[in-house]
């Protein structure tokens, strides 16, 4: 089928049928569809301007390019207020250059505002007007229901949009030193879902879209379903001052170790150490079984990651107590500001 900017007409339909909601009973639907089908039109043409493509190049030297590459692209969205622009974090990570693709084509420089590594979001601003652009409401995506439909729309080429469900809102905990308390997890899979972005029926932007996931199901559900972990709207709002005015989100001075792990039956293990991080530096190394953080049973890798980051920056080093070929040993783990270890982009 041939794609009108990208977009499927089959899925505009879906969409718009969405909008114009479903549950309205069939006799009001009727006398309302006109007036209604041309509102939803309009919202749904607001979402799709408001949607843009996100480019970028990192520095020669970035230390992130080895697992995302010197060259990413993705989604952002216009939001209110001050017109900036919301994407997922790990496209603007070291970013030297960033550019952003309006949905008639127009290529527009911009610039980082602010990397928030605790969220894992970004906010970009735009260096030349975006053109006829209405950035779109925050919504809260606390408030969804399971089951809920959403509508999701990417930036990248080819643009795409559809409607996915919302299997499940729960916590989400990445090997890489990274945890949200809420995360919203949908099905049916987006493929170009980074820095996606996930509304609700009335066309409030809910979610960012962060990972492929093979099972968005809970652990202790039988069945598996692919789908999309979304960081949820929710978490910007508390540090969005502080994003605008320090480029970074207050909680991001915390202890960063350097590590991948993986959790293994309530059992964490080491499976990667960054070169030249505290972890490095300490002698902790990939096959170390975690068992404590300064004396304190690990239960977790959530557990482990929020003991870690518990410890106050000036009270030394974090002791990490480790097992191996069936010894315990302590290690000394320096502390570090993570913000300290990347180099930061142009504009922050």
């Keep these: 089928m041939r794609r009108s900017r990208g977009f499927t007409r089959a899925s505009v339909q879906v969409c718009l049928g969405l909008l114009l909601g479903l549950a309205l009973p069939l006799a009001q639907a009727q006398a309302q569809a006109p007036a209604t089908e041309e509102a939803n039109r ?4 607001a979402l799709q301007s408001a949607t843009v493509g996100v480019t970028v190049k990192v520095i020669e030297d970035a230390s992130s390019a080895r697992t995302l590459g010197r060259e990413r692209e993705g989604t952002g969205v216009v939001i209110a207020p001050q017109g900036l622009v919301l994407t997922i974090g790990y496209l603007v990570l070291e970013a030297d250059t960033v550019q952003l693709t309006t949905r008639d084509q127009k290529k527009i420089p911009a610039q980082v505002v602010a990397y928030d590594a605790v969220s894992g979001l970004g906010l970009l601003r735009p260096l030349f007007p975006l053109g006829d652009v209405q950035p779109v409401k925050l919504g809260a995506a606390a408030s969804l229901a399971k089951g809920a439909r959403l509508i999701y729309i990417t930036g990248t080429a080819p643009r795409q949009v559809g409607a996915v469900r ?91 170790m350097g590590v991948n792990a993986a959790e293994l039956r309530g059992q964490v293990r080491i499976t990667r150490v960054t070169e030249g991080s ?58 570090r500001d993570r913000s300290n270890a990347i180099a930061k982009p142009k504009g922050i």
Excluded at 317 to 332: F, H, K, P, Y
């Design 42 to 45: 309009q919202r749904f043409e």
């Design 166 to 256: 919302l299997v499940d809102n729960r916590p989400f905990t990445g090997y890489w030193e990274y945890h949200l308390e809420m995360g919203l997890y949908t099905a049916p899979m987006v493929m170009n879902h980074s820095g996606a972005g996930l509304f609700n029926l009335d066309g409030d932007l809910v979610g960012v879209g962060n990972l492929l996931m093979r099972d968005v199901m809970p652990e202790q559900d039988p069945t598996a379903l692919a789908g999309n972990l979304f960081v949820p709207v929710d978490v910007l709002a508390p540090v969005f001052d502080e994003l605008l005015r320090t480029g970074q989100n207050p909680m991001a001075g915390r202890p960063w």
């Design 278 to 335: 505290p972890a490095a530096d300490a002698g902790l190394r990939a096959g170390h079984w975690v068992t404590a953080v300064d004396g304190a049973p690990v239960r977790s890798l959530e557990d482990f990651y929020k003991k870690v980051w518990a410890h106050a920056a000036a009270d030394g080093d974090i002791r990490v107590s480790v097992r191996e070929q069936g010894a315990t040993r302590v290690l000394d783990v320096p502390v």
